[in-house]
């Protein structure tokens, strides 16, 4: 039995299906949508998913970032900042990536009056 405790979820909905028997061959019926599922439990191989997938699909991601217009950045938005200068309630803000991820964010603050700061986070 060394499969005890291990989860199956049924493929079809995604259901916590009953506990495993540890049994590749038993069929376990899902109580939500009925789709009989193998016990796949004991023979993790089935699951794995390709290796590929998920690196391309992140830089894909990155690509699209790169190729972002001026016209995409987003408008600025507005927070409940007191403004050092004037003592205004509200500055608009954007936030910017700097150089790499493990870098942090930094924050840049603007008010009407025309005071401007920067926050690292
Ligand atoms: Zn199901
Ligand atoms: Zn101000």
Do not use: W
């Amino acid at each position: 039995m060394a499969a005890i405790g291990s989860l199956v979820f049924c493929t079809d909905c995604g259901n916590l299906l009953d506990g495993s028997s540890g049994d590749e061959k038993a069929i376990l019926r899902c109580d939500v949508c009925g789709t009989e599922n193998r016990d796949i439990s004991s023979s993790a191989i089935t699951t794995r998913s390709k290796p590929t997938s998920f690196p391309s699909a992140l830089r894909s991601k990155l690509s699209a970032v790169q190729t972002l217009t001026e016209d995409d950045v987003q408008k600025d938005a507005v927070i409940r900042q007191t403004c050092p200068n004037c003592g205004s309630k509200e500055m608009r803000y954007y936030t910017q990536q700097l150089r790499s991820a493990d870098e942090g964010t930094t924050v840049f603050y603007s008010c009407d009056c025309g005071h401007r700061f920067s926050i690292n986070n």
